[in-house]
């Protein structure tokens, strides 16, 4: 109970600003370099100069942290973090080459404690989704044709 009242008090401390994408991921990728080192997993980007999208910035470092350390957990070798327009909306995908998401957990996977065999409170999707509709986004998940998980993350142009 004192996660979910927390999860739904962060509502009322929402500060939005001009968040610079490229600087934004450089600070997950810094935080989550020395466990992807410890893990043996790579970190690769792949962003777009001058993309910003309004937001509060502390938020959405959590929410991208949330996705990164799940890829780094799941994934065989790397994790890569992309920013790039598409059409009018701004676009970021995290996605890694582990074993993707079962097809049972899939449709469930953004719900609040749902978790897979090497889960941990299943939690963090659901914080993830929470920031992401909060600062006007979307987000969806697939497994990708070869291996692993996509994650998704869309803005309307004009956030
Ligand atoms: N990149 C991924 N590849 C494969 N499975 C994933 C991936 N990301 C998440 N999952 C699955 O989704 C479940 C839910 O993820 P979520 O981040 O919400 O919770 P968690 O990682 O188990 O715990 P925490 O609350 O500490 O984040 C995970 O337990 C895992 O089974
Ligand atoms: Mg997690």
Known sequence: MILLAKLDSEQASYHPKQINVAALVEHVADRVLPLAAEDHVTLKKEVAEGMYIYADEEKMLRALLNLVVNGVRHAHSVVKI?????GKQKMLVVEDDGEGISEELLPHIFHRFVKGKQGETGLGLAITRAIIEQSGGKITVENKSDEGA???ILFPGNA
Do not use: E, K, L, Q
């Not at 992309?82 to 598409?86: E, G, I, K």
């Open 82 to 86: 992309t920013a790039a327009m598409n």
């Open 150 to 152: 996509r994650f998704v």
